[in-house]
């Protein structure tokens, strides 16, 4: 069996593999030449534990194969994924582009009958107009139908996710299509829900916005608990408890960041208001998302005094999450902005994604970042530090060590993750969110 994946990202690059894997011929392919080279030479352009060795182990296989080129891998496909990006504009609508193009080149070279599964998040209703472009291009005798099969993987256990989902969803316009893509993933475990396409791509959506809306009501409930007297792990532990609400997804901290949820919120609402529906749950989700960076930064110039001109802060952390490189819409690039604006000198750390940091434009050209080469380089002389992303490194580090390194033992706890009371008795002065008990 023969399939393809368009986009070489998080979703195509790992779902490709696993199926190649699975011993089906797989053809990944991408516009980027670049790309494609360094992956035949077995080159991951990211992150991602256990992706690289099995991407090695399935191109020497002979099953995975990278192209740039539809017309080796789309003509014999039983089913092309489309696994592009779809990123949001600047005016918070969905950028369509790279869908458009990859339809259209798949377009050009359909032979037979062949599924085109679209994996990417898309808007609801999507299809209709990239049906119009298929038209435009496709050859006769090449039939076609439209899937939406989307993907729930999370960077950092994207390979586990894959093959072990708690669902796999099927949007078909027919039995056809669906024994179809039935059978391509009779291999990977997890319930499979058969639907039609709009149901499918709102499933998606809709997780995704509930899920970050989890993490803001526990930031909401951690503000309160704050201000009112209690202590937010315990708040949340307790609510935890029940079945129906769960400790999943229920942690309070800087907020979420990442590629899906930021936009996939943003666009669920923008889908909702065309609709003719003020979903307002949606709109505070975001909002109280971005209040969590303004109260950390608070958090911060009162530890230090005030304000933070001229300060020497130490950052430990900065991709959107642990066990990823990835930085996009990572609360710490818009934290180290803010400070920079306010004349602070940073000194930063993180296991993985400093060269991706590097490449960010502000980053690039301020004189007042800096980066070290472990979590220690980034305390001496500091005037405080911040933890942002909880990497597990950073769970176990040596405060005597660290008290000696630091100009003032000034420490500002963005996930929670260090022990308040040992380090209040070593003399540190130690923020956090969520905290107001006396006790
Ligand atoms: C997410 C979804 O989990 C996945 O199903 C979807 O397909 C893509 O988006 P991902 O972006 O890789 O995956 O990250 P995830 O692990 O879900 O974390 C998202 C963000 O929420 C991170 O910034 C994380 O730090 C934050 N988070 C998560 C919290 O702040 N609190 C929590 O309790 C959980």
Known sequence: ?????????????????????????????????????????????????????????????????????????????????????????????????????????????????????????????????????????????????????????????????????????????????????????????GERIVTDLRSAQMIKYASNTFLAMKISYANAVANIAERAGANARDVLYGMGLDKRIGHAFFKYGVGFGGSCFPKDVQAFYDVALKNGYDFTLAKATYDTNLQQVTLFLDKIRAAVGGSVENKTIGILGLSFKPDTDDIREAPALRIMKQLVEEGAKLHAYDPVAIPKVQLVPFVHESSQIHFADDAYGVMKDADAMLLVTEWNEFKELDFKKIKQLMKKPVIVDGRSIFDAQALKEMGFSYAQFGNGSKS
Do not use: W
Request: charged share 20%.
């Open 1 to 189: 069996m023969k399939i393809s994946f368009v986009g070489t990202g998080y979703v195509g690059l790992v779902t490709g593999a696993i199926f190649a894997d699975y011993g089906y011929k797989v053809h990944c392919i991408d516009v980027n030449e670049q790309r494609i080279k360094e992956l035949n030479e077995g080159k991951i352009p990211f992150f991602e534990p256990g992706l690289e060795a099995l991407v090695k182990k399935n191109v020497a296989s002979k099953n995975l194969h990278f192209t740039t080129d539809y017309a080796t891998a789309v003509p014999d496909s039983q089913a092309v994924f489309i696994c592009v990006g779809t990123p949001p504009l600047s005016n918070g609508e969905v950028d369509l582009s790279q869908l458009t193009s990859a339809v259209e080149m798949t377009a050009k070279h359909l032979k037979g009958y062949t599924v085109i599964a679209i994996k990417s998040t898309v808007p609801i209703g999507v299809e209709v107009m990239l049906g119009e472009i298929i038209k435009k291009h496709v050859k006769q005798g090449a039939t076609y139908e439209f899937a939406s099969v989307p993907e729930f993987l999370s960077e950092g256990t994207a390979l586990e996710n894959t093959l072990h989902p708690d669902r796999l969803v099927f949007g078909v316009t027919s039995k056809k299509a669906a024994d179809v893509l039935l059978g391509i993933h009779k291999h990977i475990s």
